[in-house]
Structures are given as structure tokens and as C-alpha cells.
């Protein structure tokens, strides 16, 4: 029973590139996040949504957006697509307020050439 | 920002063996929480203990956190070969975020 899905596991992207990862969960949560994971660095978060239309950074948002128009999906978006962005990148959902778990996607796995 | 340290950072074990590993933070939480990862793939919640809980169980796991040294540390035992992964804590603030440490790699050997 999958309930945040990622819609490529693996995705090829040129430099320079518009590139957009999709995440979408039925659980009806609030909050939304994407992360991405690099050997040495962990888990970094890139920007987060705690509701529809609303965003806010997160420590390493640069060369990247978002979009939350509605509830269950979470874009991310790489402007112009470049090799340093070649990462692991996570998305994950949590009930409103700071108490709950998250639920993470399986991960898509990102090369710009 | 990285709020936690997980100490070991690698961890090798044979079968039946208990292993615990041990998160360090910064700043004041709300909550801290477990997570495990194989590889490639997301990551699966395990447990979450909130700041004013001092130990949590839930089956194999165990888990304890000390506000007061801002360490926490998560005990599986009679580790079985399918818990060979890597487990990160992370915590939560006021703000909601969680923040992720760096992980520690677990292998058992059957």
C-alpha cells in the first residue's frame, strides 16, 4: 500500500535542462518535503509546504522551486539542471504540527549529464 | 544544518547480537525519531519518543533520550540479517522541520 510515490525512480536529465520530480500522497497530510541525500552529507532539506499554494526554504533551496497547488502533490523543480544536482532526492509527508512521522517516497535518483 | 550525530557511523554484527547506536543534538526538541533505510531506497519511520518520554519500545526496538545531554540511542535486539540498513535520528523544533543525522550503517552477518 504505497502512500507517498515518487513518479521516477530513475531519471536522466542534460545540463541545463527544466527537470520536474513529482510527489503525490493519499494520506491527506498537511506538510510536504523534499530532501535530497548525498554520500558524506545526509539528508538536507531543499524546501517544505505546510499547506496548498504556501512554500518555505530550507537550507539548501538554491537552483530550486516548488509548487503545492493542491494538497496531495509536491513538485519540485530544477530551473536549469546542472551536473551538482546529480543526487538521490526524497519526498516526504506529515500530519499538520510538529508531532508525527514522516512518510517517505522511494527516492528518485537523479543524473544531469 | 545537520543536528545530529550518530555514533558509530558503521557497525557490523553477527546475528542474534543486539546493537545499539547512539544519536547526539544540538537544540531543543519536540521530538526525536528513528528511521531506517536499505539501500537505495526511502526511508521507513521506526519510532518516535517525544521530549518529555524518556524511553519507548515498540517490538525489537528500544529507544531512550536524555534531554539533558541531548542524546538519544536506539537498541535492536536479537538483530536479525534483514535489519542490515543504515538508521538515522532526526529531531523537530518549534518550527516543524526535521533535521536528519548522518546515519549509521548496519550490518548483520548471518
Known amino acids: 500500500d504505497v502512500k507517498v510515490t515518487q513518479s521516477s525512480r530513475y531519471l536522466v536529465k542534460r545540463t541545463g535542462e527544466k527537470v520536474f520530480l513529482e510527489c503525490v500522497q493519499d494520506m491527506d497530510h498537511e506538510n510536504m518535503f523534499w530532501y535530497r541525500q548525498d554520500p558524506g552529507l545526509g539528508l538536507r532539506l531543499i524546501y517544505f509546504?505546510?499547506?496548498?499554494?504556501?512554500?518555505e526554504k530550507g537550507d539548501i533551496p538554491e537552483g530550486y522551486s516548488v509548487s503545492r497547488e493542491k494538497k496531495e502533490r509536491f513538485s519540485l523543480i530544477l530551473e536549469s539542471a546542472s551536473t551538482n544536482q546529480t543526487s538521490m532526492y526524497l519526498c516526504a509527508s506529515s500530519l499538520g504540527g510538529s508531532l508525527g512521522g514522516y512518510t517517505f517516497g522511494s527516492g528518485t535518483r537523479l543524473t544531469v549529464v | 544544518s545537520q543536528q545530529g550525530e550518530e555514533d558509530p557511523q558503521a557497525l557490523s554484527i553477527q546475528e542474534g547480537e543486539n546493537a545499539t547506536m547512539n544519536c547526539s543534538y544540538k537544540t531543543s526538541i519536540n521530538n526525536l525519531q528513528w528511521y531506517r533505510q536499505n539501500s537505495g531506497r526511502g526511508l521507513v519511520h521506526l519510532i518516535l519518543i517525544r521530549s518529555n518520554e524518556r524511553e519507548k519500545h515498540s517490538g525489537r526496538l528500544r529507544v531512550t533520550l536524555d534531554t539533558s545531554k541531548k542524546s538519544s540511542s536506539l537498541l535492536i535486539t536479537a538483530s536479525r540479517a534483514a535489519d542490515t540498513a543504515s538508521y538515522f535520528c532526526a529531531t523537530t523544533g518549534n518550527t516543524g522541520k526535521l533535521i536528519f543525522g548522518q546515519g549509521t550503517t548496519l550490518q548483520v552477518k548471518p
Open positions: 509546504s505546510y499547506d496548498v499554494k504556501m512554500k
